[in-house]
C-alpha cells in the first residue's frame, strides 16, 4: 500500500468502513438536516423537497462540525491506516468536512487544484475521501492525475481581488492551478466507488470534482491528517489553511 500510494499518490480500499461507520455519519446528517426543515431526505435528488437553497447551506455549514466524522477521523482504522502509508503522527486537521453535491450542479464543483495549496499542512498531508453514497461516471466523483503529488506545488496564481496577508485564509475561489496542461490532464482517472471504499491521497495530488448527472445527491465526507513529525513542516512555521496561506509558506524541500 505505501509503495503504492508513493508511487501514485492515491490508494482506493475496498471494504474499508463498516455499514455501522457510514451510517453514524448518516444518521448525524439526518438528526441534524430534519431540525432544519422536517422535509429533509438524505435519499433524492436534492436534500429538502422544497429546494431550498438556505435549508442546504444551512445544512452544508454544520456538516464539518458532526461528531461521527471526528470519531472516524480519530479512529484506530483511520490513525493506522495514515501511519501504515508514512505519516509519523498523525493529526487531524480544522479542514475536515462532508460534501452534497446535488444532481447536475456545476457550480460548487471543484476544478483540477491540491488541497496542500488551500490547506496547506505537512508536506505529506493525507485526505481520505469517504463515499457515503456510490461514486462513479453517473453520480460523480472524484479525478486524480497519478503521480502529479510528486512536482510538488504546480504554478497557481490568484483569481480574486482578496488582498493576501500572512493571515488571509484562501479558498477554491480565490487561487487556481495556473495553464493547467491538456497532457497532464489526460491521464486522469476517474474513481469509482462504493459506500465503505476509502480512497486516501496526497494534499499534494492534483484532482478534480466530476459532475454528478444521475436522479440522486451525492454525498461524501473529507477527513484531513497531517503529520506532526515532519521536520519540514516545523521549519516553515507550522502552516496550516486556518493560519496562513501558500503566499507564505515554501513547500520547497
Ligand atoms: O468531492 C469532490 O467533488 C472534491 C473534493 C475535493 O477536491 C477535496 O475534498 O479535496
Redesign the pocket.
Known sequence: MKQQIAKNGFIKIANFFSNDEINSMINDIQIVGSFIGDDFSFIGPDPYKDNNTIKQSQLYDQLKYLPSLYKIASSDKVLNLARELGCGFPAIMKSC?M?I?KPNNMK???DW?Q?SLY?LGSYYAL?F?IPMTP?NANN???EVIPGTHLSGIYPYEKISDKSIDKMTYLL?RDVKIKDMSSELEEQKVLIDANVGDVIV?Y?MLL????PNISNQT?W?A?I?ISDLLDKSYYEQGCPMGEVTNIYYTDYKK
Do not use: A, E, M
Not at 484532482?207 to 466530476?210: D, G, Y
Open positions: 468536512n460534501r453535491d460548487h464543483l471543484f487544484h488541497d490547506l485526505t475521501w461514486v460523480g466523483s472524484v477554491q491521497f494534499q484532482h478534480r470534482s466530476t451525492r461524501t473529507q484531513r
